[in-house]
């Protein structure tokens, strides 16, 4: 069983630009969270989908930041109009949510790089 | 209320030494409290996790104790290996909800061979 899958793994863009960041949760689950990592801190939460619903988005920034999570194809966290301080490593964790198990399982994050 | 605090930042053991990782909490309505390995580079992993039914759970190496009253539990790890070596996270969450962690910042554990 794969484990969660993140790509890219490492992003640079330049400021102004727009960052798509997608990740691919483990077989079977259907819950996707997104947490993003500056240097030095722990993880914070940004956002948390099911299949075609963001369930709570208390964590994304107001502007800039959008996700989704289609009923086809992986989850995206997009970030437009990227600036400096948008430079962290960006998580995506799944759950399968079942039974009594709530886990979240993480991948390995891809690492983005504002120029 | 939100907040998860952990201590120390950081830890220096001797190989076959016991590392402790402390974390506190604030909102007594967490019920659910995990712990996470993370390496250079790599995604956080799931290590052992504990529900406030229960004081203390062990699984192999790695112990996590619970005081509720207190509202602070704490991670054991038990003759420690160069290969532990890595940054250790705490967190909480509230189930019955959207589940999202709340996470301390990190403890960068060095075990020394």
């Known amino acids: 069983n794969a484990g969660v899958m993140q790509n890219p793994r490492h992003l640079v863009r330049r400021r102004g630009q727009e960052a798509r960041l997608r990740c691919s949760p483990m077989k079977g689950h259907s819950h996707v969270y997104w947490y993003r990592q500056l240097p030095e801190e722990g993880l914070k939460f940004m956002v948390y989908?099911?299949?075609?619903?963001?369930?709570?988005e208390s964590g994304m920034p107001k502007e800039r930041f959008s996700a989704e999570f289609p009923k086809e194809g992986p989850s995206i966290l997009r970030i437009q109009q990227v600036v400096r301080g948008d430079s962290a490593a960006y998580f995506c964790a799944s759950s399968p949510k079942t039974g009594s198990s709530y886990e979240q399982y993480f991948g390995p994050g891809t690492r983005l790089t504002v120029t | 209320q939100q907040q998860v605090k952990q201590s120390p930042q950081s830890l220096i053991v001797q190989k076959g030494g016991i590392s402790i990782i402390n974390c506190a909490y604030e909102n007594t309505a967490f019920d659910y409290f995990p712990w996470y390995q993370q390496f250079p580079g790599k995604g956080p992993a799931l290590l052992i996790a504990?529900?406030?039914?229960?004081s203390e759970k062990k699984e192999g190496r790695f112990t996590i104790s619970f005081n509720k009253s207190a509202k602070q539990f704490s991670l054991h790890i038990m003759d420690s290996q160069p290969g532990d070596s890595a940054t250790y996270f705490c967190a909480a969450s509230l189930q019955g909800g959207s589940e999202k962690l709340v996470f301390g910042k990190g403890m960068k554990l060095t075990v020394n061979p």
């Open positions: 504990i529900r406030p039914d229960v």
């Open positions: 989908l099911q299949k075609e619903n963001i369930i709570d």
